[in-house]
């Protein structure tokens, strides 16, 4: 069985930006997306604030391009009804941080990839940033 893992907006941002000194572990991650060693989400509501946030240092016409590359390798998790309502009544302090949580939920993702593990207290779902997700899988494909 695959795993599944649902990457937050900010590693994505990483990849995108080539933000060091964490780029290098956001695209070996994306290479094991590609390589279809797990299969990964985000949210819909990701790649509107990815968008935004490149819109803010890139030209528009780039940034589409860049988020559509990053998006052909991610499967998406529309933010429906039932995401927002239990946000909306979650104990988490941050909305966001709660539509990203239960949309990872809705996936069946066995991890969270963030860099903000703060943001996820109360994830029931493992919380790991890229580097660590890039061991956990390299060690499972060994």
């Known amino acids: 069985m ?33 390589a279809k060693k797990v299969t990964a989400f985000t949210s819909a509501n990701c790649i509107t604030n990815i968008h935004y946030v490149l819109s803010s240092v890139s030209k528009q016409r780039n940034v589409r391009e860049k988020v559509a590359d990053a ?10 009804a039932d995401i927002v309502d239990k946000a909306l009544t979650s104990d988490f302090a941050d909305f966001e941080d709660a539509i990203q ?28 940033n890229a580097e660590e ?6 060690g499972s494909s060994g």
């Open 2 to 34: 695959r795993t599944n893992i649902f990457i937050d907006a900010n590693i994505i941002i990483d990849l995108l930006t080539n933000r060091e000194p964490f780029a290098s572990e956001a695209a070996l991650l994306f290479e094991f997306v590609k």
């Open 101 to 128: 949580y239960y949309s990872a939920i809705s996936c069946d993702a066995d991890y969270i990839v963030t860099r903000n593990p703060s943001d996820y207290r109360k994830s029931t779902i493992r919380i790991v």
């Open 71 to 80: 998006r052909k390798l991610l499967d998406l998790v529309a933010t429906d």
């Open 133 to 138: 997700m890039n061991r956990i899988i390299e």
